[in-house]
C-alpha cells in the first residue's frame, strides 16, 4: 500500500498556531498530526474539527458557519461543531473534533472530544414507546432508525424493507452508478453488520400486507411484527404505462438498486436506449448511459423539459446541453408503442430503442396506510409532528404529505426524505416538534451541478442573477414577491445563505 506523501497542507494545529494567524472569515485549514481539519472561531469559542464532510467529502472550509454548526456546501449537512456529531442528513458519520486550548497567543488542538450520551426524552421513560416498527428501507426508515438510537432509544427496533438489497444511496443511481463511475460497493448506506452493530433487526424483501393499529401488529410475508409506535417510510412507486410494448422485458424504470443493475446489465448489450420523461432522474440517467457511449434520445410531452418546476430559461438550457453532447431531444411528443426496438412517438417518428427507461413520474404508495384507516390524498396525510390521522402511527419521506404555508406539500427529494425521517423519530420519542425543513436536492448532468433549495412548487416570477452557459448563476423563484426557492450552480455560499434566510421564522 502507498504511503501519503506528507501531512494536508497548512499548520498542525497539535503544535499550536499564533490566534493572529486566523483569517478575518474564522476559518484556517490545517492538520492534526497529519489529519485533515479546520479550525474555526465561533461566537463560543475556537472550534477544531475533520475539514471533509462524511457524505461526499466537501470540503468543509468552503461551507457555512452558524453558530455551533457548519454546513456542507455540496449537499447542505450540517455538523455539530461542539463534538463533531451529524447534525442532520444526508451525513450520518460525525466528524473527528478535537478540544483546543488557548496558551498565552496560541492556540492548540488537543484531545479528542468523544460524541455525547443521548440526550434524555421529554418524557418519562414509561410513557415512550418500547417496540418501534419502520416500515421502508428507502431515505426516511433508514435516517429514522440511526436517529432512534442516537436519540438514546434502547427497546426493540425493527426495520422492514420491500428490497431484496440494504437500503441503498439511491441518488448515486441515476449519477455515478449508471455511468459505471461508482463500484457496487459504495452503494449500500452501510454493512448488514452496522445494523446488527446499532441493534436494528432489518428484514430485507417482506412485503407487508396490513397493518392493524387496534392491535399494533403489521402483518407481513415474513410473519407478524408487533408495534407500539410506526413510522410508514414507503415511499412511491414509479409510474408505468399503459402502451403497446411496454410489457418487454427491455422496457426498465428506475428508483431500486435492483433496477439499475438491470439497467447496467442491458446497457451493456445495447447500442440505443430511449427515455420517456426528461424529470431529473430521467434526464440524470440519460446523460450518465451517453457517458457510457450510447446513443440516446429523450422524448417527453412538454416542449422544454422541467418548465413547470425551473422555468423557461433554466429547463432550455439544461435541454441545449443534452443536445450539445449528442441526445436526440423528442420535445413535445409522447410515446405510442414500442416494437421490434422501435419506439414510436405520437407524430410517427420511430425511434431506434434497444432499451426504454421509462421516468412518468411516481406515485405514494399508500395503500397500507389507507386499508388501515389512515386519512389519505396524494400521500399519507399528517400533522405538523409528522403523525398521521391514527396516534401512534408517523409517515415520512415521499409518501407524507406536511402542512406548508397554509396548504399540504408533498416532497420526493432524497435529503428531504432522510430529515423528515430523522424529525419523526424525535417525535415518536416525545420531542413534539413541528416539521418545517427546507427542501434541497441536487443533480449532476455533464459538468453541470444544480443544487436547489425551496419548494419549487407556486411561483409566479423567475429571476436570473449570472450566465447560465458559463455554469455560474443563481435562478431565483418569487411568490407575491416572496423568495421561495432558488436554483444555483457555482455559487454555493450564496445557496447556503439563501436557505437560512428562508428557514428564519
Known amino acids: 500500500m502507498s504511503q501519503p506523501d506528507g501531512p494536508p497542507p497548512g499548520p498542525d494545529f497539535s503544535q499550536g498556531v499564533a490566534l493572529a494567524d486566523i483569517p478575518a472569515d474564522g476559518k484556517l485549514a490545517g492538520h492534526v498530526a497529519g489529519e485533515a481539519a479546520l479550525l474555526l472561531r465561533t461566537a463560543s469559542g475556537l472550534r477544531v474539527v475533520g475539514a471533509h464532510c462524511t457524505h461526499y467529502g466537501a470540503s468543509l472550509i468552503e ?35 478535537w478540544r483546543s486550548e488557548v ?72 449519477k455515478d452508478f449508471l455511468a459505471g463511475k461508482a463500484p457496487a460497493e459504495w452503494i449500500p448506506l452501510q454493512d448488514a453488520q452496522a445494523y446488527r452493530d446499532q441493534d436494528i433487526d432489518l428484514h430485507l424483501a417482506c412485503e407487508v400486507a396490513s397493518i392493524d393499529p387496534a392491535a399494533r401488529v403489521a402483518r407481513s410475508s415474513q410473519g407478524d411484527f408487533g408495534y407500539d409506535a410506526l413510522l410508514l417510510a414507503t415511499g412511491a412507486e414509479p409510474r408505468r404505462l399503459d402502451l403497446p410494448g411496454f410489457d ?22 445495447a447500442r440505443t436506449v430511449a427515455f420517456v420523461g426528461a424529470g431529473f432522474i430521467g434526464l440524470e440517467a440519460a ?3 451517453r457517458s457510457r457511449g450510447l446513443e440516446v434520445a429523450v422524448v417527453a410531452p412538454e416542449a422544454i423539459p422541467m418548465e413547470r418546476v425551473l422555468g423557461a430559461q433554466l429547463g432550455a438550457h439544461i435541454a441545449g446541453l443534452h443536445r450539445r453532447h449528442g441526445v436526440a431531444m423528442h420535445l413535445g411528443r409522447k410515446p405510442t408503442a414500442l416494437q421490434s426496438g422501435q419506439l414510436r412517438l405520437d407524430d410517427d417518428t420511430r425511434i431506434a430503442a434497444d432499451l426504454v427507461i421509462v421516468g412518468a413520474g411516481v406515485v405514494p404508495r399508500t395503500q397500507l396506510a389507507a386499508k388501515a384507516g389512515m ?64 427542501p434541497f436536492f441536487w443533480t449532476h448532468q455533464y459538468d453541470l451541478e444544480l443544487r436547489v433549495s425551496g419548494h419549487l412548487s407556486g ?28 436554483a444555483t450552480a457555482g455559487r454555493d455560499q450564496a445557496l447556503l445563505e439563501f436557505e437560512q434566510a428562508l428557514q428564519a421564522p
Not at 427491455?250 to 447496467?264: C, G, K, M, Q, Y
Request: net charge negative; aromatic share 6%.
Open 63 to 97: 461551507g457555512r458557519v452558524e453558530g455551533d454548526h457548519v454546513h456542507c456546501p455540496w449537499h447542505h449537512a450540517c455538523f455539530d461543531l461542539r463534538n463533531g456529531a451529524a447534525a442532520c442528513a444526508p451525513a450520518f458519520a460525525p466528524l473527528p473534533a
Open 103 to 174: 496558551v498565552g497567543d496560541k492556540v492548540f488542538a488537543r484531545d479528542s472530544i468523544p460524541l455525547p450520551a443521548p440526550a434524555a426524552s421529554r418524557e418519562s421513560r414509561d410513557a415512550l414507546p418500547r417496540r418501534i416498527l419502520v416500515i421502508g428501507g428507502g431515505a426516511a426508515g433508514y435516517a429514522a432508525a440511526r436517529r432512534l438510537r442516537e436519540l438514546g432509544f434502547d427497546g426493540k427496533l425493527t426495520m422492514l424493507s420491500a428490497d431484496s438489497d440494504l437500503p441503498c444511496d439511491r441518488p448515486n443511481l441515476s
Open 248 to 269: 418487454s422485458a427491455s422496457v426498465f424504470v428506475l428508483r431500486s438498486l435492483a433496477d439499475a443493475t438491470a439497467i447496467v446489465e442491458a446497457a451493456s448489450r
Open 287 to 289: 446523460a450518465a448511459l
Open 375 to 438: 386519512h389519505v390524498d396524494n400521500g399519507i396525510l399528517v400533522d405538523a409532528t409528522l403523525q398521521t390521522s391514527i396516534p401512534g402511527h408517523y409517515a415520512a419521506g415521499d409518501v407524507a404529505s406536511y402542512p406548508h404555508a397554509g396548504g399540504r406539500a408533498r416532497v420526493e427529494h432524497w435529503v428531504h426524505a432522510e430529515r423528515m425521517g430523522q424529525h419523526a423519530a424525535g417525535n415518536m420519542l416525545g420531542a413534539g416538534r413541528a416539521f418545517d425543513d427546507v
Open 459 to 486: 411561483w409566479d416570477e423567475v429571476r436570473l442573477d449570472g450566465d447560465l452557459a458559463a455554469g455560474d448563476f443563481m435562478v431565483r423563484y418569487y411568490r407575491d414577491g416572496k423568495p421561495i426557492a432558488a
